[in-house]
């Protein structure tokens, strides 16, 4: 173990000596050699610096002991006005680090964008807010989830043809996943048929957990209220600029995407549902093939593509799974 002296400046053979002159009280050069067993000189040296360090005095080649509690009370007093000192410098080296970090993060703000969080209201504001980010950077690919039926008879009714147009200059394209609920509401099917044509994906699910999107790799929407439609609260959202939630949601998307049902419209939808809405007339293969102008093959193929589009085991849990879905409207 160290001398618990020698953070006062005094090491083993300089206490030692020290801890002879208090024996002594007063005592020579020699007398003191003759005590430590030591050469003249080494203990001259030695008591040379015990007086510098003021624990002991020297008086006409005599060496007087100062009582201990004084001697080392003032090496004591001394050490700690140095901590204290070295005390103050590391907290100004600390206030210094902080001025380093600040550079730091400012360094990294500037390389991959500070992470800012705007809140925005209303839907004007919000439709208005996605053109203006794909202007500022087209083609933006634009990703979105809607939970209800309020938004989308909403998007339908005055938002949709915007979106349809920027589809149609390359500015954006939009996918979206929409409850299934919505495609019977006046107008969506239209407009989601347009946003098809030009370049759009929608797929459906029964639910959608939440409203929110992604417009590019850097901007987030998020709702006020996660699981709320957004014009229950007056359409307030949050516009999220940073790659890490933008990464987040899109994970999500994705997930919510792998389990979502295409649309059936277009070429093959459109004759799938062509069988689908016949039989649920109650024709039989034979006369649904005459009112198509097709063969019987066909409309049994059609059939097992509705089949299989559906996840149905039957014809008739097709029908019932795509009346379920609006296709039959």
């Not at 103050?88 to 600040?102: F, H, K, N, V, Y």
């Not at 014809?315 to 409207?329: Q, T, Y």
């Amino acid at each position: 173990m160290s001398d618990p002296f020698e953070t006062l400046g005094l090491d083993r053979a300089q206490t030692a000596l020290y801890s002879a002159v208090l024996r002594l009280h007063s005592a020579s050069r020699s007398d003191l050699a003759q005590a430590m067993d030591d050469p003249v000189d080494k203990v001259g040296r030695q008591l040379d610096d015990l007086v510098k360090l003021g624990v002991i005095d020297e008086q006409s080649g005599q060496y007087l002991a100062r009582h201990p509690a004084a001697a080392l009370g003032r090496l004591i007093a001394e050490r700690l006005d140095r901590l204290a000192e070295e005390s103050r410098m590391i907290d100004s080296a600390l206030g210094s680090i902080r001025g380093l970090i600040r550079d730091y993060d400012a360094g990294r703000d500037y390389r991959s964008g500070p992470f800012t969080v705007e809140k925005a209201s209303g839907a004007d504001v919000l439709y208005e807010s996605v053109l203006g980010i794909a202007v500022q950077s087209p083609p933006m690919e634009l990703l979105t989830a809607v939970p209800d039926e309020r938004t989308m008879t909403d998007f339908a009714r005055k938002f949709a043809d915007p979106w349809i147009d920027a589809q149609k200059r390359n500015l954006l394209t939009v996918q979206a996943i929409v409850p299934v609920s919505t495609l019977v509401l006046p107008g969506v099917r239209d407009h989601l048929t347009q946003l098809l044509e030009t370049g759009g994906k929608v797929r459906t699910l029964d639910r959608v957990p939440s409203w929110f999107m992604t417009a590019g790799p850097d901007v987030a929407g998020l709702p006020a209220y996660w699981g709320g439609n957004l014009p229950d609260h007056a359409y307030n959202f949050y516009l999220v600029r940073t790659s890490v939630v933008v990464g987040v949601l899109r994970s999500l998307f994705d997930e919510l995407w792998a389990r979502a049902m295409p649309l059936p419209w277009g070429r093959r939808g459109d004759g799938m549902i062509q069988v689908l809405r016949l039989a649920a007339q109650g024709m039989c293969d034979d006369s649904i093939a005459r009112q198509l102008g097709v063969s019987v093959r066909t409309v049994r193929a059609r059939f097992a593509d509705a089949m299989t589009e559906l996840g149905a085991q039957s014809r008739f849990h097709a029908g019932v799974e795509a009346a379920r879905r609006g296709w039959l409207r």
